[in-house]
């Protein structure tokens, strides 16, 4: 086939049934172990890590391929304290005032509460911003679509990028986040999508005891 201008030729490489179903399993018994952590080691993570881990998340498909995500690596243990200081705030306001009764016996069996130590004592957090528009080196606004959705996926394959590379994470969602934006002095046209909590667990780790959807629960083939 001729390739077209503007196009290049795909890098595929096509596997026989046997190797697609290992890797699908082994890939799956991988993604079985990862959890969600809130105990965390001050051990510092290799740079090299982080960036193919952000390099990963950078491949991830989005509207337009217009790529609506900026991704802040905060390692500062001031700018940290900050954030966590900023964050409990937040969510003080949550587990008093915002929070329905309803959610707030959701979250019970996690044994959450207002007080979030995990963003000063991993030794990353991940900011995580959606663009509502890309700037061109003129100024000049190019609108993004489907920026919920497209950082959302890239949001995705860090978790698991970094999963891989052998880190635990904590997606961490205080409302509003408009401090993050403050603190991290980032432009008006981005929004805090979510702070990314990575690092090794805490020697000890402990987790709630779940369940995971069976297939047939979650998924139907027609």
């Known amino acids: 086939?001729?390739?077209?201008?503007?196009?290049?030729?795909?890098?595929?490489?096509?596997?026989?049934?046997?190797?697609?179903?290992?890797?699908?399993?082994?890939?799956?018994?991988?993604?079985?172990?990862?959890?969600?952590?809130?105990?965390?080691?001050?051990?510092?993570?290799?740079?090299?890590?982080?960036?193919?881990?952000?390099?990963?998340?950078?491949?991830?498909?989005?509207?337009?391929n217009m790529q609506p995500w900026h991704f802040v690596v905060v390692e500062d243990a001031a700018m940290k304290k900050r954030i966590r200081e900023a964050a409990e705030i937040e969510e003080r306001k949550l587990y008093e005032r915002r929070a329905s009764d309803e959610w707030l016996q959701a979250l019970a069996p996690l044994?959450?509460?207002?007080?979030?130590?995990?963003?000063?004592?991993?030794?990353?957090?991940?900011?995580?911003?959606?663009?509502?528009?890309?700037?061109?080196?003129?100024?000049?606004?190019?609108?993004?679509?489907?920026?919920?959705?497209?950082?959302?996926?890239?949001?995705?394959?860090?978790?698991?990028?970094?999963?891989?590379?052998?880190?635990?994470?904590l997606t961490h969602t205080p409302s509003p986040m408009k401090f993050l934006s403050k603190i991290l002095e980032r432009p008006d046209h981005e929004r805090p999508y979510l702070l990314l909590v990575c690092g090794y667990p805490a020697d000890g780790t402990q987790v709630p005891k779940i369940e995971r959807l069976a297939l047939t629960e979650m998924s139907t083939f027609i």
Do not use: C, W
């Not at 201008?5 to 990862?34: N, P, V």
């Open 111 to 169: 044994g959450t509460d207002a007080n979030k130590p995990f963003l000063e004592t991993a030794p990353v957090l991940i900011a995580i911003f959606l663009k509502k528009f890309t700037l061109d080196e003129q100024g000049l606004k190019h609108k993004n679509y489907y920026t919920a959705e497209s950082v959302g996926i890239a949001t995705g394959v860090l978790i698991t990028a970094l999963h891989n590379a052998g880190l635990a994470t």
């Open 1 to 64: 086939m001729a390739i077209s201008e503007g196009f290049e030729a795909l890098d595929f490489i096509k596997q026989d049934e046997a190797s697609m179903k290992q890797h699908a399993e082994a890939f799956y018994q991988l993604m079985a172990r990862r959890r969600t952590v809130r105990d965390f080691s001050d051990q510092s993570i290799p740079r090299e890590v982080l960036e193919n881990a952000l390099r990963a998340a950078g491949t991830a498909p989005s509207g337009a």
